[in-house]
């Protein structure tokens, strides 16, 4: 749209109507309604290790109980101050070292949680406890109960992904603390898992929430679902082999404002190039290569992440077999019928 004119007497109205709490449109219409979106989000690596260290420094300096949660946010290069890593997602790294207890405590905003490294640190959603290991994909549902903890001797550290601003726009936030610690424990380890995650449902049971039932998808299983894909040979021009955790009462999302999902790429494989409007938060779990983002390019590892803002040009290229975990605010999109993605070349 072109630019409208400058007069002394539009000035002047546009100082008069400004009094009312009145603004012209036509003076913002180009940046409210843009040709293709138009983000303040940028493309950014985080490395791991150095996480690592400024977490185990961190850890020495606050306890889990009187940060409520030991996170460092991953804060957007263009988005910094506001917490986020895209306009619409919150991300960030916690640690639970030996001997920590995260408070029990609910809230409106949806989690989830990918584990980065170590094992047998525990999380408690809604009454059941589960161990977590590398490559695990967690879910803790809105307005549920949820503590951390580890009786291990060594730290563990996973990857929060939250719906904070999301949430925050639509001005529907609630948090409340428990006056327990740790809640109490009333179904054995795995049920969820036990009850849902093996192709059956009870016949009778309906349940309000639109979150999937399951709330840790384990990583061995995850991968075994990625080998059992590949035997097909069905590798996509964009993706490699990518598969969506998903809600087995529906087959819909595993979450309603997070779409979550796996990703195989083999050695030696690049990707064609691939844009869609879901900015996407990625986790690599196992190999190395690299991304091209717009006109840069990130070189990852083991436990690296890095984001990709909406409607930017993304490639993958991979030097070993390497597995990359997403999320992304997809399924929200998809109900507003808003998504739109570009294959390139493919």
């Known amino acids: 749209m ?3 004119q400058k007069t002394p ?9 400004d009094g009312e709490n009145l603004a012209a449109l036509w003076n913002v219409m180009g940046e409210l309604i843009t040709p293709e979106p138009k983000s303040a989000c940028r493309p950014h690596l985080w490395k791991f290790d150095a996480i690592r260290r400024f977490m185990t ?40 070292i030996p001997g920590d207890i995260a408070p029990a405590h609910r809230h409106s905003q949806s989690a989830l949680r990918f584990v980065l490294e170590g094992r047998g640190a525990h ?9 977590m290991e590398p490559g695990d994909f967690v879910i803790t549902p809105s ?11 060594e730290p563990m550290f996973w990857l929060d992904g939250l719906d904070i601003p999301l949430v925050q726009f639509l001005d529907a936030s609630f948090a409340e603390g428990s006056d327990e610690d740790q809640q109490q424990i009333t179904r054995p380890a795995g049920d969820s898992f036990a009850r849902y995650g093996h192709n059956l449902l009870p016949v009778d049971q309906k349940r309000a929430s639109k979150t999937s039932p399951i709330f840790n998808y384990p990583y061995h299983y995850t991968r075994e679902a990625l080998e059992q894909a590949k ?4 590798w996509d021009a964009c993706h490699g082999l990518k598969l969506k955790f998903s809600n087995p009462e529906t ?24 844009r869609s409007t879901d900015a996407t ?24 992440l890095f984001v990709v803002p909406s409607w930017q040009w993304v490639t993958h290229e991979a030097d070993e077999d390497s597995v990359l975990f997403s999320f992304s605010d997809r399924p929200v999109q998809q109900k507003l019928d808003l998504f739109r993605e570009d294959r390139g070349n493919a």
């Not at 300096?61 to 957007?76: D, H, M, P, S, Y």
């Not at 035997?231 to 069905?234: F, I, L, M, P």
């Not at 938060?281 to 690296?304: H, L, N, Y």
């Open 123 to 131: 999380t408690s959603v809604d009454g059941e406890r589960t161990l």
């Open 251 to 274: 087959g819909d999302y595993a979450m309603p404002t997070i779409g979550t999902f796996i990703q195989l790429l083999p050695k030696g494989f690049k990707t064609a190039r691939y």
């Open 9 to 17: 007497e539009r000035e002047a109205f546009y100082r008069r109507i």
């Open 281 to 304: 938060v990625f986790a690599a779990i196992e190999g190395k290569g690299r991304s091209r983002i717009g006109d840069q390019t990130f070189e990852w590892g083991p436990r690296d």
């Open 2 to 4: 072109e630019a409208v």
């Open 57 to 96: 420094e961190a850890g020495k300096l606050i306890t889990a109980k009187e940060a409520e949660r030991r996170v460092l946010v991953l804060e957007n290069p263009g988005l910094r101050g506001q917490s986020k890593i895209t306009t619409s997602l919150f991300a960030g790294v916690q640690m639970v």
């Open 143 to 153: 307005m549920t109960w949820h503590d951390h903890g580890n009786e291990t001797s």
């Open 231 to 234: 035997t097909r040979d069905q």
